[in-house]
Nanobody
């Protein structure tokens, strides 16, 4: 049974930090590209950051220099360190695991709210 369980979301003030985690099971984590997406209120779900099996990183422009994605293959977990948070970062954050066209899995999401 495939599971992706996000945690670490919450309410934070502008300028604050959060660290999201996505713990996985039920598939071979090390051969999957792992990504974080987010859906802000009234908007589409968009890519935030990705990390491939070889460690290649991709970030959307609005988070470059503030967010860092990383993975721990033995723990089968992917992280998103979010610093200098802004109100525009408010969204539900989702973890995604992809292996080319073979498999595509999503977590249930975790809410991040940036507000004073």
């Amino acid at each position: 049974q495939v599971q992706l369980v996000e945690s670490g979301g919450g309410l934070v003030q502008p300028g604050g930090s959060l660290r999201l985690s996505c713990a996985t099971s039920g598939f071979t984590f090390s051969v999957f590209t792992m990504s974080w997406y987010r859906r802000a209120p009234g908007k589409e779900r968009d890519l935030v950051a990705s990390i491939t099996t070889t460690g290649y990183l991709t970030y959307t422009d609005s988070v470059k220099g503030r967010f860092t994605i990383s993975r721990d293959n033995p723990k089968k977990t992917v992280y998103l360190q979010m610093n200098s948070l802004k109100p525009d970062d408010t969204a539900v954050y989702y973890c995604r695991a992809r292996n080319g066209g073979i498999a595509d899995y999503w977590g249930q999401g975790t809410q991040v709210t940036v507000s004073a």
